[in-house]
């Protein structure tokens, strides 16, 4: 099984800061990567997939970048709707994992 | 507007069968698409259990294949999920998801869940 590690697990940012996240699969997923944004007591939000490919209908301060087995996830400037939980999941070969999430939170 | 909404019972009990259905609006299964299981706990983050095709093929989680059945009834676009033998660790929020999964050499290819439900807690307790 592929194992999908978020770092860091928690990060602390202000309202305009500049966020990035990682995230490192334990083998090479090619581009296979998407992102979730989770808020409490909601389901996941798709924000990014293959990557890099921004989903219809989510603004443009998030990016995605990278393959192979790192990849990031940025928020340009984050704004007060943006603290909640991010998620990698990646797809390889019939199956799918998630990462553990890292929790943005207000500093 | 896609929509989907799990229904199923709150609370197990250990060895028993957990029954959860999806019903989804605004888009035919029948119209493609693959329809998945998600479910989350504090132990063990975001799972994916299984996905199925309007075909009624079928693709589980490994760790979990030897207890979990999907199925799909396109009459009442709905898809279904039965996790047989639960325990204590199975307690998790359940979601039904559309999943987006498109090979190569078909464009654009991705493979991800752009529609949720909004998750149902399933305790297993006696």
């Not at chain 2, 605004?26 to 994916?48: A, F, V």
Request: with cysteine.
């Amino acid at each position: 099984d592929i194992q999908m590690t978020q770092s860091p697990s928690t990060l602390s940012a202000s309202v305009g800061d500049r966020v990035t996240i990682t995230c490192r699969a334990s083998q090479s997923i090619s581009s296979w990567l998407a992102w979730y944004q989770q808020k409490p007591g909601k389901a996941p939000n798709l924000l990014i997939y293959m990557a890099s490919s921004l989903e219809s209908g989510v603004p443009s301060r998030f990016s995605g970048s990278g393959s192979g087995t790192e990849f990031t996830l940025t928020i340009s400037s984050l704004q007060p709707d943006d603290f909640a939980t991010y998620y990698c999941q990646q797809y390889n070969s019939y199956s799918w994992t998630f990462g553990q999430g890292t929790k943005v939170e207000i500093k | 507007q896609v929509q989907l909404q799990e229904s199923g019972p709150g609370l197990v009990k250990p060895s028993e069968t957990l029954s959860l259905t999806c019903t989804v609006s605004g888009y035919s299964i029948s119209s493609g698409y693959y329809w998945g299981w998600i479910r989350q706990s504090p132990e063990k983050g975001l799972e994916w259990i299984g996905s199925i095709y309007r075909s009624g093929d079928t693709y589980y989680n490994p760790s979990l294949k030897s207890r979990v059945t999907i199925s799909v009834d396109t009459s009442k676009n709905q898809f279904s999920l039965r996790l047989s033998s639960v325990t204590a660790a199975d307690t998790a929020v359940y979601y039904c998801a559309r999943g987006n999964w498109i090979l190569p050499p078909l464009q654009p290819p991705r493979a991800d869940f752009d529609y949720w439900g909004q998750g149902t807690l399933v305790t297993v307790s006696s």
